[in-house]
């Protein structure tokens, strides 16, 4: 990534992402305050979060959620928030019965992606394949 950064294909600016703005539940840019405290609003068209080491809410705890004790309480079907539209997966989430450990987080995962893709396309039927049966997908991986 560095070296990309260097080449100038791509640019990183490091900081918070403090909103997310767009219509419909589509994502038009991020508004970011950058490391030296500058806002900045940077064009997206999608949002690709991690898993990290800590659970700090950050700006998140200023966007309206029902909280616990600093955790987001989620449905477990969905991984839902109280806030249609807004998942919340890991460490950071609460419900009874909750693990916290990568695997299980790994889990939520799964089952969120799954509930967004039915709120992105509600009709479009979701089809289940696996790398050791597919080869549909041993095609793209290369591996049939």
Request: overall charge negative.
């Amino acid at each position: 990534m560095r070296k990309l950064v260097d080449e100038g294909v791509v640019d990183l600016a490091l900081g918070q992402v403090t909103e997310l703005l767009g219509d419909d539940g589509v994502l038009e840019a991020a508004r970011v305050k950058l490391n030296d405290g500058s806002i900045h609003e940077i064009a997206s068209d999608a949002m690709l979060p991690f898993f990290g080491l800590t659970m700090k809410l950050g700006p998140i705890a200023d966007w309206g959620l029902n909280l616990d004790e600093n955790l987001v309480p989620v449905d477990t079907e969905k991984f839902e928030t109280t806030t249609p539209g807004i998942f919340a997966i890991g460490d950071i989430n609460a419900y009874p019965g909750k693990l916290k450990l990568i695997l299980s987080g790994f889990h939520e995962g799964a089952l969120m992606a799954q509930a967004a893709a039915r709120r992105i396309n509600p009709d479009r039927r979701i089809v289940f394949q696996y790398t050791t049966s597919s080869t549909s997908l041993q095609k793209k991986l290369g591996v049939a």
